[in-house]
């Protein structure tokens, strides 16, 4: 079966940093596009960010824009979410998920992980 495994989540100060990893559990990220989701309490999921899988083509939800950055590494079959100048409003679960296009539609994705809890203090 096809999943999707996140780590790097944590507890973290305002302002500070984290780096999020996705990594794919039985298939190769290289054909795939790559989407961060995030999901905070009573929130919807909103698309956080996304990436082709070529890697040259990203995008950004407005709200981190300058702050996050997305990159994959494809020899290490990993895609990472490096978070930085976090703030308490960032707190939720991330989620990765693999599909065919890089888009901040969550319904184009095929494969999804479990989450990795993000919790940003003030």
């Known amino acids: 079966q096809f999943t999707l495994v996140e780590s790097g989540g944590g507890l973290v100060q305002s302002g500070g940093s984290l780096r999020l990893s996705c990594a794919p559990s039985?298939?190769?990220?290289?054909?795939?596009?790559i989407g961060w989701f995030r999901q905070a309490p009573g929130k919807e999921r909103e698309g956080v960010s996304c990436i082709s899988s070529s890697g040259t083509v990203t995008d950004y939800a407005d709200s981190v824009k300058g702050r996050f950055t997305i990159s994959r590494d494809n020899a290490k079959n990993t895609v990472y979410l490096q978070m930085n100048s976090l703030k308490p409003d960032d707190t939720a679960m991330y989620y990765c998920?693999?599909?065919?296009?890089?888009?901040?539609?969550?319904?184009?994705?095929?494969?999804w992980g479990q989450g990795t809890q993000v919790t940003v203090s003030s």
């Open positions: 039985g298939f190769t990220l290289d054909y795939y596009a």
């Open positions: 998920a693999a599909g065919s296009i890089a888009t901040m539609g969550a319904h184009e994705y095929d494969y």
